[in-house]
């Protein structure tokens, strides 16, 4: 059948997503936990806001009618919220449509895409689907963008670069000045996407603000979802901020009704509910504390994060470790290209006492 597709199709391995509790729970069968907790997705532990839940609930009622095509009382709230002009916010399907679009709108497949190794799997998949080169530049020792190496894989047919900041799978980020240096050192033709979707749990004083740093470098383009400190992943929607024409090209190429209403609804309702964060950004902190010191009290070398999660590395094949959590009910993420690593979510406090306990047991 190979015939029938690209070699870059070829190439394409599914994305695997985080084990979902009720797949567990049909492998586990009667040998189930009563309770199983999923700590693999970065999701928010309390949830959406009761705001976006009540508005969503409430736009159910209008499902027989398409969405508005543009969302533009979504977007005219993202401006407002962001202090952006409208024209300049596209929303998509979850931020992993609008890294395809960027792909397809702007690349052809002679031109090239640079991007970390390990990073968010999107980009590349996104580079396969649309046939497009692409160099994957290693992260330094550090676990952490290498940007002079970045900058040195940028060549004439390179059309974009991508810089998750923090970083997914790592919890990294590159601080103000460096990525300034970098915007600097690019080319004005080459775009680059500075993809945050943790922004909002960066309490680091160098952590760069990207809708700042646009202001002075007009190639940049931020990327950001209500998947995270927002707590609507299952409703599948992001955001870009970019310069209106690059906005207007990015329009032409989306599927019309690309949001649905109830993704629409909730987001607005979601920006309003500016308490809901905060309580999500405290947890967060608290619990980072509290799960860092329990990793280490095992013995175990945790990598600093600025998002709501932790790369972990056991010092032995992770995947025997993932597999035995399972038994305890407790999903964590392993990762093939870090095979000694685990990323952990942090959950709320009993579920990360579960973790601890379980990988306690588990490491003997």
Not at 214 to 230: D, E, G, M, Q
Not at 310 to 334: C, M, N, Q, S, W
Request: aromatic share 6%.
């Amino acid at each position: 059948m190979t015939n029938w597709v690209t070699p870059s199709i070829e190439r394409i391995r599914p994305y695997q997503p985080g084990t979902p509790i009720e797949e567990v729970a049909r492998r586990l069968g009667s040998a189930a936990p009563p309770e199983i907790i999923k700590l693999a997705s970065n999701e928010n532990p309390l949830g959406p806001s009761p705001l976006a839940l009540a508005a969503a609930q409430a736009e159910l009622a209008r499902v027989a009618r398409y969405p508005e095509s543009e969302a533009p009382l979504l977007r005219q709230a993202l401006a407002q919220h962001l202090d952006v002009p409208v024209e300049e916010v596209v929303v998509g399907n979850g931020s992993n449509e609008l890294l395809e679009l960027l792909v397809r709108t702007f690349c052809a497949p002679d031109q090239h895409v640079v991007f970390a190794e390990p990073s968010f799997v999107v980009y590349r998949l996104a580079c396969l689907a649309q046939g497009v080169d692409f160099s994957e530049v290693a992260l330094d020792a550090g676990y952490r963008h290498d940007l002079p190496a970045m900058a040195r894989a940028v060549g004439p047919r390179t059309r974009l670069v991508f810089i998750a900041n923090p970083n997914n799978p790592t919890g990294t980020h590159v601080s103000r000045s460096e990525l300034s240096a970098f915007l600097d050192s690019v080319p004005p033709n080459v775009l680059v996407v500075l993809d945050e979707a943790y922004a909002e749990y960066a309490d680091a004083k160098d952590y760069p603000d990207g809708l700042e740093l646009r202001r002075r470098h007009p190639h940049a383009i931020v990327l950001r979802t209500f998947s995270k400190i927002y707590g609507l992943a299952g409703l599948r929607l992001g955001y870009a901020v970019m310069p209106r024409e690059l906005a207007g090209y990015v329009h032409r190429v989306r599927a019309p009704f690309n949001v649905s209403s109830i993704a629409q609804a909730a987001g607005v309702a979601a920006l309003r509910d500016r308490e809901h964060v905060e309580r999500t950004r405290a947890l967060n902190l608290s619990e980072k504390a509290f799960v860092q010191a329990g990793l280490e009290r095992l013995g175990l070398d945790v990598v600093p994060s600025q998002a709501n999660f932790f790369l972990v590395d056991l010092k032995r094949p992770a995947g025997a470790v993932y597999e035995a959590l399972l038994t305890h009910g407790v999903i964590v993420r392993a990762l093939p290209p870090l095979p000694s690593m685990l990323r952990i979510t942090l959950g709320t406090r009993h579920e990360n006492e579960r973790c601890l306990s379980a990988l306690e047991t588990v490491l003997g």
